[in-house]
C-alpha cells in the first residue's frame, strides 16, 4: 500500500442517555474517527478514548498531535506499507496505546478491503452471531437502576454489568440480585474507586455470585489486585491495567486476574487484543471483549474479535440503540440478545455520508 491522505473527522453523538461511573458522566460519544486513503482502498478508525484523561491518560487533543506529529511520519517513512509493520515502528513512541490502535485499526481496514476479506475472517472469527450484554451506569437510586436493569433484560440483554463506586456497592448489588434472581449473569465494574483498606467491603460482594469484579484497585497495581484476590472470592477481572499480552501474562502468573476484559484500543489495537484473546486461552482463563462506547465505527471491529473462540463470557458490545438514537453508520440491532458479526470486507462498515457530515464538529487532515 501507498499511503496517501489521512483525515481526522471530529464528531459529538449524543448519548441516549448519561452515563455515570466511578471516574465521571457522560452525556454526548465526543471523539474522532481517521480515515485513511491508499492507492488501494480507504479505511475508518474510532479514537477510544475521551475529550480528557479520565478512563486513562490518553485524550483527544494529545491523541491527534501524537498521531500527527510522531506515528504518522514514521509510519510514512516505512519502505513497504502493510498493518503488520506498523506497531513496531510505532513502539518507538512511548504509550499512547489507544492513538496507536486508532491509527492501526484504519490501516488494517483499509489492507483488508484491497484483499475483500473481513476482519472476523482474518482474526480467526468461529461465530456468526456473538451475545449482548450491558454495562449500566450508576444511578441516583436503587428503583432507577432496577428500571433501567428491567428495561435491558425485556430487550433481551444476556448478561448484566454494574457499575460501582464506594457507596454504591452492596446494595445495588443487592436489589438487582433480589429482583432478577440468582441465575441472572451479572457483574461490577469499579473503575479503580477502591483501595485495598476496602478488602472488608469488596468480601461482601462474594454473598451475591458474581461473575467478576472488574479494575477495583489502582489501575497498573497488579500486586494489590493479587492480594485482593487472596482476600475476595469474586473473580478479579482487569480492564485499565492491561495494557499488552505481557502485561495479562504477569497478571494471570501473580493470580491478579482470574478474568481478562480485552479492549482493542486499550492495547494498541487489534493485532495485540489477538494475542491476549490466546494468552488467556492458553491459561485457561475466561476471557471477554470491553467497550467505549464506540460509535458502529468502532463497534463493527469489536464485534469481529468477540467472535473468537476464547471470547468465553458475554462482552460490552451493546446494539447501537443502547448508546445513541442515531449512530453514524447502519445501526447494530439486537436480535435474541445477540449481535450479528459484520461479515464485509474489512471492518465492515462505514459512516454513512448524511450521518457523518451531521455529526462532525470539525475536519482536519493529519496527512496530506
Ligand atoms: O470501564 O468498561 C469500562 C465505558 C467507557 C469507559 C470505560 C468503560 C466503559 C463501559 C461501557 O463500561 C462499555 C460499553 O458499553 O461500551
Ligand atoms: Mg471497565
Redesign the pocket.
Known amino acids: 500500500m501507498k499511503l496517501e491522505r489521512v483525515e481526522l473527522h471530529h464528531v459529538a453523538l449524543p448519548l441516549v442517555t448519561p452515563f455515570r461511573t466511578s471516574f465521571g458522566t457522560m452525556t454526548a460519544k465526543d471523539t474522532f474517527l481517521l480515515r485513511v486513503v491508499t492507492d488501494e482502498a480507504e479505511g475508518w478508525s474510532e479514537f477510544a478514548a475521551d475529550p480528557a484523561p479520565d478512563?486513562c491518560s490518553e485524550f483527544l487533543a494529545g491523541a491527534e498531535i501524537v498521531i500527527r506529529d510522531f506515528l504518522l511520519p514514521r509510519i510514512a517513512a516505512l519502505p513497504q506499507l502493510t498493518t503488520a509493520a506498523l506497531a513496531p515502528v510505532m513502539h518507538q513512541v512511548k504509550g499512547h496505546e489507544l492513538a496507536k490502535a486508532a491509527v492501526e485499526t484504519a490501516f488494517l481496514d483499509a489492507e483488508l478491503r484491497s484483499y475483500g476479506m473481513s476482519l472476523a475472517t482474518y482474526l480467526g472469527a468461529v461465530r456468526e452471531r456473538v451475545p449482548a450484554g450491558v454495562?449500566v451506569g450508576i444511578k441516583d437510586s436503587v428503583p432507577a437502576l432496577l428500571d433501567d436493569v428491567e428495561r435491558y433484560l425485556a430487550e433481551g440483554y444476556v448478561r448484566i454489568k454494574l457499575k460501582i463506586e464506594p457507596g454504591w456497592d452492596v446494595e445495588p448489588v443487592r436489589a438487582v440480585r433480589e429482583r432478577f434472581g440468582a441465575e441472572l449473569p451479572l457483574q461490577v465494574?469499579a473503575?479503580t474507586a477502591y483501595t485495598l483498606a476496602d478488602a472488608e467491603q469488596l468480601r461482601k460482594l462474594d454473598a451475591y455470585g458474581l461473575l467478576l469484579i472488574?479494575?477495583p484497585l489502582d489501575e497498573n497495581n497488579l500486586h494489590a489486585h493479587a492480594l485482593l484476590q487472596q482476600r475476595i472470592t469474586t473473580p478479579v477481572c482487569l480492564?485499565?491495567s492491561l495494557h499488552n499480552a505481557r502485561d495479562a501474562a504477569s497478571a494471570i502468573a501473580m493470580d491478579a486476574c482470574r478474568v481478562v476484559?480485552v479492549?482493542p484500543a486499550r492495547v494498541g489495537g487489534y493485532l495485540e487484543a489477538r494475542r491476549l484473546h490466546d494468552v488467556a486461552a492458553a491459561h485457561g482463563v475466561p476471557a471477554w471483549v470491553?467497550g467505549m462506547l464506540e460509535t458502529g465505527i468502532g463497534r463493527a471491529p469489536n464485534l469481529a474479535l468477540a467472535a473468537l473462540p476464547g471470547f468465553t463470557l458475554p462482552g460490552?458490545t451493546s446494539a447501537s440503540s443502547r448508546y445513541f438514537a442515531e449512530d453514524i453508520t447502519d445501526p447494530f440491532v439486537l436480535e435474541a440478545g445477540h449481535l450479528r458479526v459484520p461479515t464485509g470486507p474489512g471492518i465492515g462498515t462505514a459512516p454513512r455520508p448524511d450521518a457523518l457530515r451531521r455529526f462532525t464538529l470539525a475536519r482536519r487532515d493529519l496527512y496530506a
Open positions: 478512563y454495562s465494574d473503575n472488574e479494575e480492564d485499565e476484559n479492549k470491553g460490552d
